[in-house]
């Protein structure tokens, strides 16, 4: 059987328990024979970055579906607004909240269609304050996204797939965030790894015993024979 096309997120995915590069992890990705989508709630350029690094083809999803790039059809698509998402973080900032970065922010400094914030920020008022916006507030477990309700992952991976020919059904995904239960409802077969959060495990087909890397590693395992 031929390995299918992957779908995969980067923190908690293809990182250890510190938050650093599993490059054992990286190196089944940098191998796979199929197309790579890097999934991602971080900002554009990081997704890039790691493609580049790997030697693999820049497909990629930014910024939680924001963002999509597919180099083989040299397609960048912006599929959110971060003027709607910066009016709430403002709002938030007038009410008196700090989102929680420093003031070189390398959080927000290249993001195009969304706005993160530190999970040490007041959840409440924030959630309250993009609903008014007509906005919404994920958890990645890593930060606060505010962003369009119909960006996602899930429907980025539909545009990359129009982009290379196939079908999201055709993707194996792998994850482990409530950013990722969006992919994983479209995908052919998604899997948590073991350190996933109720939502992505909640989506999932399957879940790994092994948690971040390891647990990457584990999902793919059966199509490398």
């Known amino acids: 059987m031929e390995p299918p096309p992957l779908a995969v997120d980067i923190d908690g995915t293809l990182t250890d ?10 190196s089944v990705v940098a191998d796979w024979p199929a ?9 554009f350029p990081y997704p890039v970055s790691l493609c580049q690094f790997l030697g693999i083809p820049v ?17 960048v698509e912006f599929l959110g607004d971060r003027a709607a998402a910066q009016a709430v973080v403002e709002a938030y900032e007038a009410a008196g909240y700090d989102i929680g970065y420093a003031e070189t922010d390398f959080a927000n400094r290249w993001r195009e269609t969304e706005v993160a914030l530190s999970r040490s920020a007041p959840l409440e008022p924030l959630t309250e304050l993009a609903e008014e916006h007509g906005l919404e507030v ?9 962003k369009d309700p119909a960006m996602s ?5 539909s545009v990359v797939a129009e982009e290379l020919g196939t079908e999201p059904s055709a993707f194996v995904a792998v994850g482990d965030s409530q950013n990722d239960a969006s992919t994983f409802e479209v995908a052919g077969d998604a899997v948590a790894v073991a350190n996933a959060d109720d ?6 087909d399957r879940i790994t015993d092994a948690g971040y890397g390891d647990g990457f590693r584990e999902a793919v395992d059966r199509y490398r024979q």
């Open 199 to 204: 939502a992505a495990r909640a989506a999932a």
């Open 153 to 157: 992952k899930g429907a980025a991976l």
């Open 17 to 26: 328990g510190t938050g650093a590069l599993d490059f054992r992890a990286c």
């Open 35 to 43: 197309p790579v989508v890097v999934a991602t709630g971080k900002s």
């Open 59 to 75: 497909r990629i999803i930014a910024e939680n579906g924001g963002v999509v790039a597919v180099a083989d059809t040299d397609a």
């Open 138 to 146: 994920i958890d990645t477990g890593y930060a606060y996204h505010v």
